[in-house]
């Protein structure tokens, strides 16, 4: 079965500061990685996503995540955050390839970061 | 595409009674997933089909807790009788398998039990 850490439970930065947010995936074989945004009040949003390939991944509003296989890691980061980043962020796996991770197994999450953006 | 539909958005209900949650996937997805989110354990997987069959229901909490895909438009996840360490937020969720774009999450339901 796969795990997920996500190190920072809350983190606040002021508006333009870098965001790095840490996540750690348990598992052995080959995975899908996901990174979704939760704003208050709101459903999950996919900001981004790796099956294969380059693993710099970008995605919605700015960010962008790296996949590193020999740390199992997969961070979230956006060079210059905005008030409007504020909200929840999810790392989330699922074990297979792009035709699983397309949708056939279900995501194991990590617990979330809360992210503040102070003006 | 009007995304994934969850109903009711909030529900508000007496230990002891039976609450059904319903959720309408994206037409043409062929995997549904129920997901629980408590600010404790945060996001769980109950439950998830294939084709209107249930895959993997080991998320379960209890026996309290049941699913059903009659067809594949539409999914019930029913608890009966409701508890009050069942309030938390209900999402699901659905995908197309092979073609690479993930998950859509609906909007949820937030369930209090009083």
């Known amino acids: 079965a796969q795990s997920v850490s996500q190190h920072n439970h809350h983190v606040i930065l002021s508006e333009a500061a870098s965001l790095e947010l840490g996540c750690n995936y348990s598992y052995g074989g080959t995975v899908n990685l996901f990174w979704y945004v939760q704003y208050p009040g709101q459903h999950l949003q996919l900001l981004l996503k790796?099956?294969?390939?380059?693993?710099l991944v970008k995605g919605i509003k700015g960010f962008e995540a790296e996949f590193i296989k020999s740390k199992f890691s997969f961070n979230l980061r956006k060079p210059s955050v905005q008030w409007s980043d504020t909200a929840e962020y999810f790392c989330?796996?699922?074990?297979?390839?792009?035709?699983?991770?397309?949708?056939?197994?279900?995501?194991?999450f990590g617990k979330g970061t809360h992210l503040i953006i102070q003006p | 595409d009007a995304g994934v539909i969850q109903s009711p958005r909030h529900e508000v209900t007496e230990m002891g009674q039976e609450v059904t949650l319903r959720c309408k996937p994206i037409s043409g997805h062929d995997y549904l997933f129920w997901y629980r989110q408590t600010m404790m354990r945060g996001l769980e997987l109950l439950i998830y089909?294939?084709?209107?069959?249930?895959?993997?229901d080991s998320g379960m909490p209890e026996d309290r807790f049941s699913a059903k895909m009659p067809n594949a438009s539409f999914s019930t996840l029913k608890i009966q009788p409701s508890e009050p360490r069942d309030s938390a937020v209900y999402f699901c969720?659905?995908?197309?398998?092979?073609?690479?774009?993930?998950?859509?999450f609906g909007s949820g339901t937030r369930l209090t039990v009083v």
């Open positions: 790796y099956f294969s390939g380059d693993p």
């Open positions: 969720a659905s995908s197309f398998a092979g073609t690479g774009v993930g998950y859509t």
């Open positions: 089909f294939n084709n209107n069959v249930p895959i993997d």
């Open positions: 989330a796996v699922n074990a297979g390839g792009m035709y699983s991770g397309g949708g056939a197994d279900g995501l194991t």
